[in-house]
């Protein structure tokens, strides 16, 4: 499933084009600085649902005729202009249950739930003496998943008022804990829950961290997908957490981050380390290293890990070669980062007849670590016995992607892989080796 948003003159916002890629991963997540457009993204995407949407939550100002939003689903496209007022469209989603889209404070379902569920209270005690409830053992196993907490949330039940699940905690004589009387965190976790286990496909969710400790938002994102993949849906969501950026950055989700320039906003897959340095800073290191990806930032840190140096080193994944080299040239200008002289850009070796001549750029042994270890995994295999992990027909990129989630099942290391990558290029290593070894002591 591929997402797109186009979006003009909304608010002090001349221009976004964004686009979300689910083929590879089941969640996506977007982030920025405040005030960038993540929130108008999300309530263009919300049109979907109610046409209404942008002149319930923003400014009467903040659409004229000026106005338009194009929301792409697949191949299906769905156009709102500005029309008396508001923006309205000649597209219709045909399937209403598709999308589910969860908005920030104070308007998203999480808010307008909390105060409503008084108005059930009769129905659900009367369920509730009547014995007409279950127990809600798939919410059981998710909020013990999240809050580690086995005997809290093990009597939970559930009963189902007018199609609607409400969940309950029984006490004696004949009391119960609603579940909006739950702590604020663990109310907003029962209604991503529900989201997640609704028969929407594609689920939207703004601040999904919104009252949950660090360790909940941690064990959230472990929750939240094996439902993904159990119930194959799609889940976009925006966050400014750190812990669960660098939960998600370690499972392989994609962080998508906007950046506005001039009032034209525009979009970057990139790593946790560069969310660190743009939206927090970085703080006591001595050499930085960019990357091009993530395959390469790791195998940077292997060979790192062999080397001595005084220096503390950073590597960071900044996505792409040419976003690398232009952020070594904005580094040059302004030291935004460093002085230049502590930082360098690590490329892959197809990159070299346009980057490797540069001072700043030390150049890889292998033109691509995927295309390498798949190609030894083809063409060599007798010698390094790399496991089946992939159909036949996979490419190189899913080839690695699938090594890496089974490795442990064949007792390789991530180590282990690399050493296997390095067989036949003794000569290149040890000019890598050298000129890595030169600059982080420098």
Known sequence: MIVSVDIKALQHLAQISVSFDFSRDPIICMTSKNGVGKTSIIKALA????????????????????TQIDVKINEDVYAFRFNDGDLDTKNIIRDETFLNVELPIPYG????????????????????LKG???NANELIVFL?????DINKFQNLKVVKIKGVNYYFLPLDNNRYIREDYFSSGEFFVISIFKMITSSSRLIIIDEIDVSLDSSAQVSLMGAIRDICIKREIKILFTTHSLPIMKTIYEYGTPIIYLKNENGTVHHN????????????????FDKFIFTEDVTLESYIN?????????????????GGCSNVVDLMKRNAVTNFICPSKDAIAVLDGDAKTDYGYRSDVIISPYNDIEDEIFRKYKEENEVYNLPTVAPENAKSKAYWKKLQEKRKEHNLTREDIFTILEQGFESELAVFHDELFSFINR
């Not at 049109?47 to 000026?66: C, H, P, Q, R």
């Not at 013990?144 to 580690?148: D, E, L, M, T």
């Open 132 to 134: 007409e409830y279950e």
């Open 269 to 284: 897959q990139v790593s946790y380390s560069f969310i660190q340095l743009e939206m927090f800073g970085f703080l006591g």
């Open 109 to 128: 379902k999480r808010f307008s739930d909390f105060p409503s569920l008084g108005s059930i209270d009769m129905t659900l005690r009367e369920k509730y």
């Open 47 to 66: 049109l979907l649902k109610d046409t209404a949407i942008v002149s319930k939550t923003s400014s009467v100002f903040s659409i004229s005729e000026k």
């Open 302 to 318: 292997f060979k790192l890990s062999t080397m001595e140096t005084k220096n503390r080193v950073k590597v960071i994944y900044i």
């Open 144 to 148: 013990n998943s999240v809050y580690k």
